[in-house]
């Protein structure tokens, strides 16, 4: 969804004319320390650490709340495989939850799954959808849970008002490709607890007892690795995000037009939303009764549009649990003893099965995916629109 251009450009070719590239030893009050800055003001968080990737994000930010072998971490089983995986990462044992007819985190299955082991919640904003936030942070309080959002696919994305990533202990966004912002890999740690910041600054920056910013740390040393960001990423970023109100508002006011557009039929409805005010509007999804209803509908907008690429979520490969190999054959580490399926400290642990959330599969089944794309024109749109209706008449 990012658009990129001239700006970048000149923004990137700056830094290196000025032949600072590293944030440290060099960098500091620079291009990267001038981002984290401006995203922690937007997103009203007192801590913003940005890294390589969206994936050291949740990793930092997991090694940064302190889970490790012998805890559980609830994960929902639509997502990105980066989700999970950060938890395999750090040590720790995913547990799937099913998603809701949004597609995110079913608040009703995350008690459900709460286990003697369970530490924390991981609700991901898939596809700029907000999660159920309030039901999520009610749970949480009362199982005395963390929680660590991951709005990797909802950068400027909000709930009730509060900026998605800002809501749990911390919150974790990814720039790469297929994101709202992007400078082509990277990624963005939000949290307001001191703690948690500066373990991932450690974490992200192997131990960073070497750094000149140590002084600002006082929790004691770990070794970590290696995610830092640069100056060339950090001035991208800068301008990316002097685009992204634009994008957002322009994202929201097709989505709206277009629901607008569609004539209410028996066969589907609009996706819904638990903050339709807060949703980035890159997904326009169609919710139907049935699966069969669903493909019958496909095969016909498929007939009327062969040249529009719609598609069910249930077909989106990775993002769908069932197609998590290395968690399922329990492959989770380059050597068999790193491989916290195997930590003593985790035994007995609940492993992931194909059958653990129907429910999820059912509702991935049930839905379309309209394709979005920010430079098409509104007559494009208006064809969609119109498909659409006649898809759902002829089905
Ligand atoms: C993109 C994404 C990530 C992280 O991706 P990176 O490629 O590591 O930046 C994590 N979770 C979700 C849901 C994503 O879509």
């Not at 500091?28 to 981002?35: A, I, Q």
């Not at 995913?94 to 991981?122: F, N």
């Not at 994202?251 to 005010?277: E, G, I, N, T, V």
Request: hydrophobic content about 40%; proline content about 5%.
């Amino acid at each position: 969804m990012y658009e990129i251009g001239e700006e970048e450009i000149a923004a990137v070719a700056r830094v290196i004319r000025g032949g600072q590239l590293f944030r440290y030893r060099g960098g500091e009050g620079g291009e990267t320390d001038r981002f984290e800055k401006r995203m922690a003001e937007l997103l009203g968080v007192k801590h913003f650490l940005a890294v390589t990737s969206g994936t050291s994000a949740l990793t930092c930010g997991l090694a940064g709340m302190g889970i490790g072998p012998g805890d559980e971490v609830l994960v929902p089983a639509y997502t990105w495989l980066a989700s999970p995986a950060a938890v395999l990462t750090v040590g720790a044992i995913p547990v799937l939850v099913d998603c809701d007819e949004t597609l995110t985190i079913a608040t009703a299955d995350i008690e459900r799954k709460i286990g003697p082991r369970t530490k924390a919640i991981l609700p991901v904003h898939m596809a700029g959808q907000p999660c159920d936030m309030a039901g999520i942070m009610a749970i949480a309080t009362k199982h005395r849970l963390q929680v660590i959002e991951d709005a990797c696919q909802a950068v400027g994305g909000s709930y009730r008002g509060q900026r998605v990533a800002a809501i749990g202990t911390a919150g974790a966004f990814s720039f790469n490709q297929f994101k709202n912002i992007s400078c082509g890999e990277g990624g963005g740690l939000a949290t307001n607890d001191a703690t948690v910041y500066q373990r991932a600054l450690m974490q992200h920056d192997l131990g960073s007892n070497f750094r000149a910013y140590v002084k600002d740390i006082n929790e004691p040393f770990f070794l970590g690795t290696t995610c830092r960001f640069n100056e060339i990423l950090g001035a991208v970023m800068n301008v990316q995000l002097d685009r992204l109100d634009g994008i957002l508002a322009r994202l929201r006011a097709r989505k709206a037009w277009f629901f607008a557009a569609l004539r209410p039929h028996p066969l589907y409805r609009p996706m819904p939303s638990h903050d339709a005010a807060g949703d980035c509007g890159k997904n326009h999804g169609l919710t139907f009764a049935t699966r069969a209803a669903r493909e019958r509908f496909t095969a016909e907008f498929k007939r009327l549009a062969p040249d529009v690429a719609i598609s069910s979520p249930i077909d989106s490969g990775i993002h769908v649990y069932t197609n998590w190999a290395t968690l399922i054959e329990q492959r989770a580490a380059h050597h068999p003893l790193m491989n916290p399926y195997r930590h003593p400290a985790n035994q007995g642990f609940r492993p992931v099965t194909k059958d653990d959330c129907p429910k999820t599969l059912e509702n991935l089944a049930r839905t379309v995916y309209l394709p979005v794309d920010i430079k098409k024109d509104q007559a494009w749109f208006e064809r969609v629109a119109d498909i659409v209706q006649r898809a759902a008449g002829l089905a």
